[in-house]
Nanobody, 127 residues
Framework: QVQLVESGGGLVQAGGSLRLSCRAS????????MGWFRQAPGKEREFVAA????????YYADSVKGRFTISRDNAKNTVYLQMNSLKPEDTAIYYC????????????????????WGQGTQVTVSS
């Protein structure tokens, strides 16, 4: 059974940084694209970032471009989201997700692309 577990969330002041981790069990991540999404209170879940199965391509929402970096360490079966210059509007629960199909190369920003989801980690940015 595939499980994704996020960690690294917390409370940080505006302008600060956090690094989120998403570790997988029951699956070797190296053949699967991975994504990060977030859901703020009262809002729908939205795309944040994604990385191709090879790690050669990355994709970002306009709201985080230049501040967030997604990466993967296949040896550790882990995907990361480095978040810098955090803003209060980044406050949300952050979820990682994995596709069902290996080597998927479609629309990484769509939630329906992903089959497996973690339970999320809270990020709170104070002003």
């Amino acid at each position: 059974q595939v499980q994704l577990v996020e960690s690294g969330g917390g409370l940080v002041q505006a302008g600060g940084s956090l690094r989120l981790s998403c570790r997988a069990s029951g699956r070797t991540l190296s053949s699967y694209p991975m994504g990060w999404f977030r859901q703020a209170p009262g809002k729908e879940r939205e795309f944040v970032a994604a990385i191709s199965w090879s790690g050669g391509s990355t994709y970002y929402a306009d709201s985080v471009k230049g501040r967030f970096t997604i990466s993967r360490d296949n040896a550790k079966n882990t995907v990361y989201l480095q978040m810098n210059s955090l803003k209060p509007e980044d406050t949300a629960i952050y979820y990682c997700a994995s596709t069902e199909a290996k080597y998927y190369s479609g629309s990484f920003s769509l939630q329906r692309t992903y089959h497996y989801w973690g339970q999320g980690t809270q990020v709170t940015v104070s002003s």
